[in-house]
């Protein structure tokens, strides 16, 4: 018998390889087992800039789910903050060159991605989490990074974790070394309708989607946000790359101002026939509202610009929003 196969017998678990052909231990006390050294956590430069997870998940299956790893090698450049975030959230893109071999864990549903442990995705977390305290609500568990990176903060004092796959909890939930978290296997939306007079949380944070577009904004997060009401304070919810969605309405609004006296191809809303914009414009769905109040009220340059702030800096939040845009508002942008 070698010592993996000992370890393994010790801990009640299976040996197993990995992608790459590298034996791991898979059992629920992965997290004190010992482990090749990939696996290890690193005292290196470049993991202590903390654009690194702690996560030790090993493969598996369950259904269309999976925990998948991969191995980037020494010397390769990932990505920390892609163009696009840069753009929309006024951020500078950045990548980092490793100074070892790095394990990657990603969550897959029919081989599609939800969520890898890579750099990039830990920074689109790591700062939205950090002032969080008290009992925290947290929608979606993946690959329990957010769930993790909570629980080992010491202002949080309970975390609750709503995940609505089944197979996502048994594939993660009894490798991550959580002291104060506990799972709840429901749907989000439902789980806030359903909480609603009976219990309050001091913050959230909500990742239950993949795309980053602005239509998340409205199938996703103004109705999470609506739904918390009277349960999390609307200032205390994070929700995963919400500043890119609300990046890429302001970008857009923007050009909107600067072309809206311009002929077409470039303007021309201004000018359009009543019954073409309601064919038309209607499909913009987040700018809806704007558009028809530019085409009603003929805003100078500046009034406009300074409206748009508005729009958006409230447009996740529709109590606030509906203040000054519902009249403006085309009902099916709505859920
Ligand atoms: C992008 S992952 C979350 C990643 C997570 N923030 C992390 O740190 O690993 C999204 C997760 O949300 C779950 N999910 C999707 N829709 C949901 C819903 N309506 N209610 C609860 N969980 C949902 C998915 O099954 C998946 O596990």
Request: hydrophobic share 35%; glycine share 6%.
């Amino acid at each position: 018998m070698n010592w993996t196969q000992a370890v393994a017998e010790l801990a009640n678990g299976q040996i197993y390889k990995d992608e790459s052909s590298r034996i791991g231990i898979k059992c629920p006390l992965w997290n004190w087992c010992v482990k090749p050294s990939f696996m290890r956590p690193t005292k290196s430069s470049t993991s202590n800039l903390g654009y690194f997870s702690d996560l030790r998940i090993p493969e598996g299956r369950k259904g269309k789910w999976r925990i998948a790893h991969s191995i980037e090698k020494q010397g390769t450049k990932l990505t920390v903050v892609s163009m696009r975030d840069a753009l929309f959230q006024g951020k500078k893109s950045s990548s980092i060159p490793l100074d070892r071999d790095y394990l990657v864990h990603a969550l897959l549903e029919d081989e599609q991605r939800w969520m890898s442990d890579c750099p990039q995705e830990i920074e689109s977390q790591r700062e939205q989490l950090k002032r969080f305290k008290g009992t925290v609500l947290v929608g979606g568990l993946g690959l329990g990074y957010a769930a993790l990176t909570l629980d080992q903060n010491p202002n949080v004092k309970e975390v609750v974790v709503v995940e609505r796959q089944q197979a996502v909890i048994d594939l993660v939930w009894s490798y991550l070394p959580l002291t104060k978290a506990v799972p709840i296997k429901a749907d989000l939306f439902q789980y806030l309708k359903d909480i609603q007079g009976k219990r309050r949380f001091d913050y959230a944070y909500y990742d239950v989607w993949g795309p980053t577009g602005e239509r998340v904004l409205i199938t996703h997060v103004r109705p999470l946000r609506a739904l918390s009401e009277g349960i999390v304070k609307q200032k205390n919810i994070e929700c995963w790359e919400e500043a890119t969605m609300l990046g890429q309405i302001h970008a857009h609004l923007r050009t909107l101002i600067e072309t809206w006296d311009m002929p077409p191809p470039f303007g021309g809303i201004k000018e359009m026939p009543e019954g073409q914009f309601q064919k038309t414009a209607r499909g913009s769905g987040t700018h809806w509202a704007f558009l028809n109040w530019m085409r009603q009220t003929k805003p100078s340059r500046e009034e406009a610009l300074r409206f748009m702030n508005h729009y958006v800096d409230t447009y996740s939040n529709l109590n606030k929003w509906g203040e000054v845009w519902d009249a403006w508002d085309a009902q099916e942008t709505r859920r």
